[in-house]
């Protein structure tokens, strides 16, 4: 079935770094949806992509869709303590559309 | 606004025991819901989905089933928990159809021991 492999699973920055989470596939993607789930919490939606090459901006977020929509990246400029926490991408899957995630990529910043 | 409920926050259950999560979504009808799980420091895991009532589907074989006795009531059980059950339980709403955004609820915590 369709699954989204997502890089890296873990990653440290010193606050004030970018950061870059990558979510992948080998089989084009109808969209992808990208959740923070902060630590002890529920995932929370942040943004949806559907068009190839699409890019949003969230204040120091940006999300971009492949050209090939085989890939999707969420890049964080300038991170902060608030931006701890897990990233998941999502995909929709299958007739009835279920989502199905990354495994999601754990952030920590250091102050 | 829409808004969804679920409880217990958290749980220590024995092994063999039973499971009981209830989930219920305000302001909306028809909802698509969904049980995730989340092991520790793992990814999310669909367990089921339900179009309407008494409407289930299953992702994974496992010990637990769902039920949907109301249109927006949505519940996890087990006849007899297992040391591997233990875990983050998500209930989850979206809209009718494919590709739209999820709302978690809060989340249970479940520890079999």
């Known amino acids: 079935g369709q699954q989204v492999m997502q890089i890296p699973q873990y990653q440290h920055v010193q606050e004030g770094e970018d950061f870059t989470t990558y979510c992948n596939s080998s089989t084009t993607l109808s969209n992808i949806q990208w959740y923070k789930q902060r630590p002890g919490g529920h995932p929370v939606f942040l943004i949806q992509l559907v068009k190839s090459g699409e890019v949003k901006k969230q204040k120091r977020l940006t999300f971009q869709f492949g050209e090939a929509k085989k890939n999707s990246s969420l890049h964080i400029t300038a991170t902060q303590t608030t931006d701890v926490g897990t990233y998941f991408c999502?995909?929709?899957?299958?007739?009835?559309?279920?989502?199905?995630f990354g495994k999601g990529t754990k952030l920590s910043v250091k102050p | 606004s829409q808004t969804i409920h679920q409880w217990p926050a958290t749980l220590v259950q024995p092994v063999g025991s039973p499971l009981s999560l209830e989930c219920t979504v305000e302001g909306t009808s028809n909802p698509n819901l969904y049980w995730y799980r989340q092991a520790a420091g793992r990814g999310l895991q669909l367990l089921f989905y339900?179009?309407?009532?008494?409407?289930i589907s299953s992702e994974v074989p496992q010990n637990l089933s769902a039920s949907r006795p109301q249109d927006r009531q949505f519940i996890l059980s087990s006849k007899k928990l297992l040391l591997s059950d233990s875990g983050f339980y998500l209930c989850?709403?979206?809209?009718?159809?494919?590709?739209?955004?999820?709302?978690f609820g809060e989340g249970s915590w479940l520890t079999v021991v």
């Open positions: 339900s179009v309407g009532i008494g409407q």
């Open positions: 989850a709403w979206s809209i009718r159809g494919t590709g739209n955004t999820i709302y």
């Open positions: 999502a995909t929709t899957r299958g007739s009835q559309g279920n989502l199905i």
